[in-house]
């Protein structure tokens, strides 16, 4: 049984930081892929930043030069560092961490969210 935990969330000024974490246990198969994901109300849930396992990374132009995305793919842990926080960073968060078997075969393995909250 694969399990995904997320923590790190909370509530903070804006201006402030928070450091989300996820860490993934049970997969089959090598986690290749992490990312975060946040969804604020009556949003779309929209990709945050991105790492492959080589530790290429993307980001969201709404949070490049604020959040920086890590990660230990031996360990299946993803960080998102969040600095500079903004009232419409308010969402919750979600992790994704991605398996290819040997045939191809992709699975998406989703964390719990986690409220951010920045406000003053």
């Known amino acids: 049984q694969v399990n995904v935990v997320v923590s790190g969330g909370g509530l903070v000024r804006p201006g402030g930081s928070l450091r989300l974490s996820c860490v993934c246990s049970g997969s089959l198969f090598s986690i290749n892929y992490m990312a975060w994901y946040r969804e604020a109300p009556e949003k779309e849930r929209e990709l945050v930043a991105a790492i492959t396992s080589e530790g290429t990374t993307r980001y969201a132009d709404s949070v490049k030069g604020r959040f920086i995305i890590s990660g230990d793919s031996a360990a299946n842990m993803v960080y998102l560092q969040m600095n500079r926080l903004k009232p419409e960073d308010t969402a919750e968060y979600y992790c994704?961490?991605?398996?290819?078997?040997?045939?191809?075969?992709?699975?998406?393995?989703w964390g719990q969210g986690t409220q951010v909250t920045v406000s003053s």
């Open positions: 994704l961490q991605r398996a290819f078997s040997e045939d191809g075969s992709q699975y998406n393995y």
